[in-house]
């Protein structure tokens, strides 16, 4: 049942604007360099703006932390190999080996 919530003008704008957005997203998933370049881009220009205006320290200090954060997501393996079995080599001819499966995937580290 759909009530008046669904069919408000807000409602509609947001869920345009989450599809459009989940869009963009799917089209720039496989492009690996230039997301790490505009990533790169976008580190530089945020320092040189904290750097110019002399402030903003203490949110660079909490976005470093959060960045730290997803980094450390990224690198650690989902799971820990010393408290339970991890991969195992196939037996099988139909079976996929995955030494290495990440806690936070690649894309939602962005």
């Not at 408000?8 to 704008?13: G, H, L, N």
Request: proline share 8%; hydrophobic share 45%.
């Amino acid at each position: 049942m759909e009530t008046e919530e669904d069919n408000s003008p807000i409602a509609q704008i947001t869920f345009k604007i989450n599809q459009q957005t989940q869009i963009l997203l799917d089209r720039v998933a496989p492009l690996i360099l230039p997301r790490w370049v505009a990533w790169a881009v976008s580190l530089v220009a945020y320092a040189l703006r904290v750097y110019m205006l002399r402030g903003f320290y203490i949110v660079t200090y909490g976005l470093g932390i959060y960045n730290l954060n997803l980094l450390l997501g990224f690198i650690t393996p989902q799971v820990d190999p010393e408290l339970e079995e991890g991969p195992e080599l196939p037996t099988k001819s139909d079976q996929e080996f995955k030494p290495f499966v990440r806690r936070l995937p690649e894309f939602k580290f962005w």
